[in-house]
């Protein structure tokens, strides 16, 4: 049972992981809003991302054209991710065995 509790916070500190490359992509993004290739990596990454960004946007209001939700986003994905990646490790080394998914 304790491998496959490593296994599934191993899974949602990948995920977790990726999905904040593509909030950062979706950011970055943002700042070129007028040409054609962004917009098209935009439409495809604002129904991912902003489901999630919506929840910070609705208590931190843009300040000067500036969306700083995202960075509240970001630095949470952040802390559960590095939350989950140790609980997954310190799971590794108190059972002995070790998946190896993400190189912990």
Request: negative net charge; hydrophobic residues 55%.
């Amino acid at each position: 049972m304790n491998n496959v509790t490593q296994l599934i916070f191993e899974t949602l500190t990948a995920f977790l992981n990726i999905y904040w490359v593509l909030i950062i992509v979706r950011v970055l993004l943002s700042w070129f809003q007028g040409q054609e290739w962004a917009y098209s990596i935009m439409s495809f990454l604002s129904p991912i991302t902003d489901p999630y960004l919506n929840i910070f946007r609705s208590f931190i209001p843009p300040l000067g054209g500036i969306d700083f939700s995202a960075i509240l986003a970001i630095l949470l994905l952040q802390f559960l991710s590095n939350a989950f990646g140790t609980f997954a490790a310190s799971l590794a080394l108190n059972s002995g065995f070790y998946y190896g998914i993400l190189g912990f």
